[in-house]
């Protein structure tokens, strides 16, 4: 039986079966064949299968699909080779220690933990604070941790999540959110709030940037009812560089965070939870629990390391880029595609899309041929997902190169001549 895997058209090899218990039978070379199909298949993502009318054309690939999609460079790949490592599901992993002290420093928490991915760092970190199943979780209704990551905080923990419209900034309607903390209290009807999350930079606005003021005011109104307030900080670096303040400033205003490793810094795997040392203690019991517990996880680690080192000199100039590209694209002034330069405040762009599907433009701009490596002189695929009916988002990342900018701004022209006024 084969498997047709979601969003590509390549078939899945068969795994062999055992059907004998002797290497001498022939199972052994056939699985190991067997395995050495399979690791040569890949799935096809969305919107990189196919080339359109140009499929004998050579064509540049600029990948603005998610800044997931970086691929380790020279100095984290002999980071990574070279890692001391140790236990650190025993705590015995020494690069892995050296990443959670700087980590704890870097944003002025007690504590911070280890974990495999920003996904379970989040449901750690509700988990953590919502030890009472039934406990409300509110949040926005376009949030990471709302639409993307399966319901796990009820799935898995039994906390009840209750999402609130997200204004224009990412933000929450403060108001609203007092209104929200206060219906459960002494009511024997409602679940009581114990939570509230809040996602900086907020992915489903286009990397907007929470003001500090404004985690201030929630933080403020959160202690004032005896709830706590969690930050997804995947892209929590991205927002310290476009505020151009440490990151424990934005921290301060938190009772817990968590940091992806795996976006802007580039690392191809890793995340941190940061908190007070007790709830690091429980956070450590959580994972464990959750399978998240690793190994020679110092290999990770020192990715990380580089990723974090790095920092200033690449968050910095991904934001540029994005810049460069949404002014490219609003000078261009089609009537098909438009961006509020407003907005762009890191290293994402929202384009509005008017007159065709956002599906079809993405195919338009994936398509190469004959007539733009004329017209253009190179023949370019870029790469990206819609993001609603009327919307697709680009996303830089340290894989996209100034120059590769350009290419993208032009690839984007062409496609637009084509379309017609």
């Known amino acids: 039986m084969s498997v047709k895997p979601r969003g590509g058209n390549r078939v899945a090899p068969r795994h062999p079966r055992w059907e004998g218990s002797g290497w ?15 690791a040569g298949w890949r799935p096809v993502a969305l919107w990189t299968r196919g080339s359109g009318s140009g499929a004998g054309v050579p064509a540049h690939v600029v990948d603005l699909r998610s800044d997931t999609v970086t691929k380790p460079g020279p100095a984290m790949r002999r980071a990574m080779a070279e890692a001391v490592v140790g236990d650190d599901d025993y705590g015995e992993d020494p690069t892995v220690r050296e990443l959670q002290e700087k980590a704890a420093k870097l944003l002025g928490v007690d504590q911070t933990l280890f974990v495999p991915t920003n996904t379970m760092a989040n449901l750690i970190s509700v988990m953590c604070h919502c030890q009472r199943r039934g406990s409300q979780l509110l949040l926005g209704q376009e949030c990471h941790l709302h639409v993307y990551e399966q319901g796990g905080v009820a799935q898995i923990a039994g906390v009840h999540s209750h999402p609130l419209p997200d204004l224009p900034h990412g933000t929450l309607d403060l108001a609203e959110l007092e209104r929200m903390v206060t219906r459960g209290l002494g009511s024997p009807y409602h679940p009581v709030c114990e939570l509230i999350c809040l996602e900086n930079t907020h992915s489903s606005s286009g990397g907007r940037v929470l003001p500090i003021d404004y985690l201030r005011q929630v933080h403020l109104l959160a202690r004032s009812y005896g709830v706590r307030v969690h930050l997804d900080g995947a892209r929590l670096m991205n927002a ?3 505020l151009q303040v440490p990151p424990a400033r934005i921290v301060e205003h938190c009772d817990s965070v968590s940091l992806c490793f795996s976006k802007g810094l580039g690392a191809p795997a890793g995340a941190l939870v940061g908190g007070p040392k007790d709830f690091i203690e429980e956070a450590w019991r959580l994972r464990k629990a959750l399978g998240g517990g690793m190994r020679q996880s110092g290999v990770l680690a020192a990715a990380a390391l580089v990723g974090l080192a790095d920092v200033e000199k690449v968050l ?3 934001h540029q880029n994005a810049w460069r590209f949404a002014k490219g694209l609003q000078e261009l002034a089609s009537p098909v595609c438009s961006v509020d330069l407003a907005a762009v405040e890191t290293n994402m762009v929202m384009v509005r899309v008017d007159g065709l599907p ?6 338009r701009l994936q398509a190469v041929s004959a007539d733009e490596m004329a017209q253009t002189g190179h023949a370019v695929r870029v790469l990206l ?20 900018t350009e290419l993208a701004l032009k690839k984007w022209g062409f496609v637009l001549r084509q379309l017609g006024p």
């Open 24 to 38: 001498g039978s022939g199972v052994a070379p056939a699985m190991l064949r067997g395995l050495a199909q399979a």
């Open 240 to 242: 310290a560089v476009a």
């Open 316 to 318: 910095p100039r991904d």
């Open 358 to 363: 956002p599906e079809e433009l993405c195919r």
């Open 385 to 404: 997902f819609p993001w609603s009916e009327r919307s697709v988002r680009a996303v830089w990342h340290r894989d996209v190169s100034a120059q590769d």
